[in-house]
Nanobody
Framework: VQLQASGGGLVQAGGSLRLSCAAS????????MGWFRQAPGKEREFVAT????????YYADSVKGRFTIIRDNAKITVYLQMNSLKSEDTAIYYC??????????????????WGQGTEVTVSS
């Protein structure tokens, strides 16, 4: 599956953004999807994941209660709604499709396909 992330930009602290990740391929609905982010000088970290049917979600503690991951299998798109943004949310955000290898969904190696990233900058 190929992924294309979009929706990043510059926003003030406390504001909101919605990231989108459009997928190609007929098997999108079979994959768990995830969002990760990488801040300057830091390693890529897990943000959120959603099961293939959308009924199960899991978040990093740092974004819990502020971010929501949603998927629309009809539109073969997964979204990340980000509210109450903080300066520490500044990063490049990547969407990813599960590699179906049985690894825990918060691990980078659990994912086999990655989008190109979209940059989010939160000004304080």
């Amino acid at each position: 599956v190929q992924l294309q992330a979009s929706g990043g930009g510059l926003v003030q602290a406390g504001g909101s953004l919605r990231l989108s990740c459009a997928a190609s391929g007929r098997t999108f609905s079979s994959y768990r999807m995830g969002w990760f982010r990488q801040a300057p000088g830091k390693e890529r970290e897990f943000v959120a994941t959603i099961s293939w049917g959308g009924g199960s979600t899991y978040y990093a503690d740092s974004v819990k209660g502020r971010f929501t991951i949603i998927r629309d299998n009809a539109k073969i798109t997964v979204y990340l709604q980000m509210n109450s943004l903080k300066s520490e949310d500044t990063a490049i955000y990547y969407c990813a499709a599960d590699g179906q290898n049985g690894l825990p969904p918060h691990m980078i190696d659990a994912y086999a396909s990655w989008g190109q990233g979209t940059e989010v900058t939160v000004s304080s």
